[in-house]
């Protein structure tokens, strides 16, 4: 869910500072906890993060991402079909490979502070920053075969455990920004929250209707490159 945040190194006569804007090309390997570790195993996030940092080091985030994975824990969401011998029979009397994946996504607006370190080689710096959003993920049923009248479409939606709701987020990470060359990237700790719940209301595998609310945690390394866009600037500066 990350953040970005970047700051080239420049000085005036005066001491002046500007205001920056910046995009990020973040990824996070998340480990899942809460309701959602009984569903799915490790995942990745890619994400993009667009910054505005003010010139006292302040910072505001505009971040969305895209979660997916291959460990789905919930494999048993077809029982209800299954036929004697535990399969799902395409019209043609076919055993279909069918497999499941995560897949989910976020988007967020963080706020934080650069702190910047004493270093005549290079800038880099500490960035906290808290934020809040809007979480969902499902399971992704993946058919190879020919049709299954069981699982078209419409079908598919009481079986993909589709859940939403709001995000918290926090991350804490180290910013470097070359000063010899093009490279800026940072590496940090994150960590979300979210309180979601069901979104199709009704479980085909259970015959039930779901109203529980959920917690849904991830925390992963986060890292990424950073590019800048603008820089303001209101009088002669120096790059070092």
Aim: aromatic share 14%.
């Amino acid at each position: 869910m990350f953040l970005i945040s970047s700051l080239l190194i420049c000085q005036e006569n005066d001491d002046s500072k500007s205001s920056t804007i910046l995009l990020s090309i973040n990824h996070t390997a998340q480990m899942p906890f809460g309701d959602l570790s009984d569903r799915f195993g490790l995942n990745s996030n890619v994400g993009l993060t667009l910054t505005y940092q003010t010139a006292t080091n302040f910072i505001i985030n505009l971040e969305s991402g895209l979660l997916f994975g291959s460990d789905v824990k919930e494999n048993d969401i077809f029982n209800a079909i299954n036929g004697d011998d535990g399969d799902i029979l395409s019209t043609s009397g076919e055993i279909p490979t069918i497999r499941l994946f995560e897949r989910g996504g976020y988007f967020d607006v963080s706020f934080g502070k650069y702190i910047k370190l004493n270093n005549k080689k290079h800038e880099s710096g500490i960035v906290m920053t808290l934020g809040a959003g809007y979480l969902y993920h499902k399971i992704f049923i993946e058919t190879i075969v020919t049709a299954l009248p069981q699982l078209n479409n419409e079908l598919l939606k009481g079986y993909d455990r589709l859940s939403g709701g709001i995000l918290t987020k926090q991350f804490i990470g180290y910013y470097f920004f070359s000063s010899t060359s093009t490279i800026r990237f940072f590496l940090g700790l994150e960590a979300m929250q979210g309180f979601t719940k069901d979104l199709r209301g009704y479980n085909y595998t259970t015959q039930t209707y779901v109203t529980n609310n959920r917690i849904d945690q991830l925390v992963g390394i986060k890292c990424g490159f950073i590019i800048p866009i603008k820089k303001r600037r209101t009088g002669k500066y120096y790059y070092y």
